[in-house]
């Protein structure tokens, strides 16, 4: 695991974006694994940068989305599918038809998850998976538990997580309090994984994720045991870090 501590968010942003445009560089037919949330929008401002500057070509990237919300349709305003859409697939020149996010609207969530791993496997696995972390260690929506969950499933979201979240709606009731998630088994088999911490909220579960016990009540502990591991937290989340 390499660690980076960096001086700012934009510091942060642009070090990760310069790991995403090598990686797209070197095998320009990549598959991306892609998070949504606060944490990667400046990654994306400077990879949409690049792309329209001419820097960056993103037409045969291939990328799936790490979550999306049970209940909700790609065209709302909250969903991940929207999220993807607003801040890097509208502005890049990338092919609708390859980028993957799962489909909230499917209520078989045996078919569904069975669904999205077949996929990801059709695709030759995940060569770069971009992760934030919760405040609880949570890395996609893979919440504390008594076991890693391996593969996708339908993930029942701890009111942390909701109560991190419901900024983003209008009402702490609108709130979805399921997700369709990527499993830590699935994360795991990533190539390469790039993990990025920002803000002091984040500063205690980068202390653990490094340091702690490698348990499921803190799912990113299992990150340790990942052979290609970046992690890059601004000086705030790497506060606790000796």
């Known amino acids: ?4 501590i960096t001086k700012d968010y934009d510091e942060l942003s642009r070090k990760a974006a310069l790991i995403i445009q090598a990686q797209i560089l070197q095998k320009p037919e990549s598959v991306l694994g892609l998070a949504t949330g606060s944490s ?26 790490l979550d999306e919300y049970y209940g909700l349709s790609g065209d709302d305003s909250q969903s991940y599918r929207r999220f993807m859409q607003t801040n890097l697939f509208s502005k890049v020149n990338i092919k609708p038809e390859n980028t993957y996010i799962p489909n909230g609207l499917e209520k078989d969530d045996i078919q569904e998850c069975a669904r999205y791993e077949k996929l990801i496997y059709s695709l030759g696995g995940i060569d770069l998976q ?41 009402r702490e009731e609108d709130v979805p309090r399921f997700a369709y998630t990527m499993g830590i088994g ?16 984040k ?37 606790l870090l000796k």
């Open 186 to 201: 699935t994360i795991m088999r990533s190539k390469k994984i790039l993990l990025i911490a920002s803000g002091k909220t």
């Open 130 to 170: 971009l992760l934030g972390i919760g405040n609880n260690g949570h890395i996609g929506f893979n919440e504390p538990s008594d076991e890693f969950t391996a593969e996708t499933h339908k993930q029942p979201l701890t009111q942390s997580t909701i109560d991190a979240n419901k900024r983003f709606f209008a």
């Open 1 to 4: 695991m390499k660690i980076y």
């Open 40 to 65: 990667p929008l400046g990654i994306y401002g400077f990879l949409t940068g690049w792309a329209q500057s001419g820097d960056l070509d993103f037409s045969q990237v291939r990328t799936v989305n």
């Open 203 to 239: 500063a205690e579960a980068v202390k653990l994720m490094i340091s702690g016990p490698i348990t499921p009540r803190n799912p990113a502990s299992v990150l340790r045991l990942h052979g290609d591991v970046v992690v890059i937290a601004d000086a705030e989340a790497g506060a």
